[in-house]
Every structure is written in C-alpha cells, then in structure tokens.
C-alpha cells in the first residue's frame, strides 16, 4: 500500500492537471477546490448539520464556506489556533457576538482577529466536526496534509471531554479527492462519517474508528515540547504519577 506521502503528491498533482483547484493552491496544504461552496450546501442538508448548534471547523481555504455558513445560521463555531501554538488553543466563533462582522469572521484572518481565545476545559460540547482531507476513501479512512494538528485537536477533545466516541465528523472534498483505494492509516488517526462534494453526499461504508485520547507514547519531542497544550498536559499528568514513557 502506498504511503501518506505519495498519496498527498498524487491527489495534489490530479487537481493541478484538472484544473479544479485555487488560491492559495494545492500543494503542500488542504486544497482549496472548485465548488467548495456548492459542497457546503448539500452538506447544510443534512441532519448532523441540522441538529449542530456547536461545530468545531478546521480553518482551511476550502471550508470557509461551511464556516461562513454556520456563523449565518446562528451556529457557534469554534476553530483551533494554528500549530496550537498557545494554551487557550482554539478561537470561539459566536454570531450572538459577533453580529454583522459574522461575514469577516469566516476566513481565517478574520477569526484571529474577531474570535475569542478558549482554553480546550472551557469549551462546549461539539455537535459536529468539519475535517479538512487531502485524500478521503468511501470507508471514511482520511488523510491530511500531515501536519497531524487535526488529530491531535480530536485527541485534545476526547481528553477535555468535549468531543465524543460518537461525535459526528464531515470533510468537504472535491470528487477528485474521494478514492475507493485502501489508504493507510495509524492509531492516531479519525475516520469521517461523512464525505461531502460539490455534487454528491457519500456516507462512509466502515465502522467509526477513533482514537479514545491522545496517544503519548506516539508523540514526537517536537510537539511535546513545541504545543503549549501539551507541555502543560504533560506536567499535570507528571504531577499526579501520570507515566509519559
């Protein structure tokens, strides 16, 4: 089976020769694709959206869409700071607050600079998860664009206890991104349940496998080191004769 690597290169490579993607790109990121709007409608069709009051919503160029279309219809968005790089790791996105700004607030310079910072013990039960993939398969097996923020995110919420087992999560992909290959996958890593493109609804065909937390011992020193979430995390687990090892 191929690697996460030569997956990334050639889902990036197809969109380039096909001409569906834009700014800022493909390479190297979530690709922003043709029709991403048009995929955030058919995704507010359906009833995990529906029922969603609260989302937590990666913030990639090609959900801003389903950002923008939350805040519109009055759903709090909670977005993560990127790399996580400080301890209240994610951005709250209430319309109740934000009021005409919502628009503003979708893309990603808007949320940092409109958001509110919440430490992940302060946040609300999530509803519903928008993952961004470069690669996705009808079994809802995911690949990104490995960094591993996302999984780490998920693993923050089981942790902290505001995402659960059974928590829905959606992509918005375009239909050159959904495979029916096998794609490989770790411990860490979180399947979708839902894989939505501009033109069709694919509800994934395996059973939901999810990480329980963060897995420690799967952890580089560059991020145990380098997240703020983390480091404190670590120490409090030190402190009670929590084992690292």
Not at 169 to 196: A, C, G, M, N
Not at 221 to 236: A, F, M, T
């Amino acid at each position: 089976m191929e690697d996460k690597a030569l997956w990334r290169k050639r889902i990036w490579q197809k969109m380039e020769a096909q001409g569906v993607t834009l700014f800022p790109g493909a390479r190297g990121r979530i690709p922003n694709f043709v029709g991403a709007p048009q995929a955030a409608g058919l995704l507010s069709k359906e009833p995990e959206w529906k029922a969603a009051r609260t989302i937590k919503a990666n913030p990639d160029s090609p959900q801003r869409s389903v950002r923008a279309l939350a805040l519109e219809q009055s759903k709090r968005v909670f977005m993560a700071v990127p790399r996580l790089r400080q301890s209240q790791c994610f951005i709250e996105l209430d319309p109740a607050r934000l009021g005409a700004k919502v628009k503003a607030a979708a893309s990603i310079r808007g949320a940092l600079r409109l958001g509110r910072p919440v430490h992940p013990r302060e946040m609300p039960r999530i509803d519903l998860i928008v993952a961004g993939s470069v690669v996705v398969n009808r079994r809802g097996v995911r690949i990104g664009k490995g960094g591993g923020y996302s999984d780490l995110e998920y693993a923050l919420g089981r942790e902290f206890g505001f995402v659960e087992e059974d928590t829905p999560i959606v992509t918005t992909v375009h239909t050159v991104q959904l495979v029916r290959d096998e794609l490989p996958s770790t411990d860490h890593d979180f399947d979708v349940d839902l894989i939505v493109t501009p033109e069709a609804t694919v509800r994934a065909t395996s059973a939901r496998r999810r990480p329980p937390g963060i897995l420690w011992d799967q952890l580089s020193s560059e991020y145990l080191e380098g997240i703020p979430i983390l480091r404190d995390l670590r120490r409090n687990r030190s402190g009670a004769g929590g084992n690292d090892s």
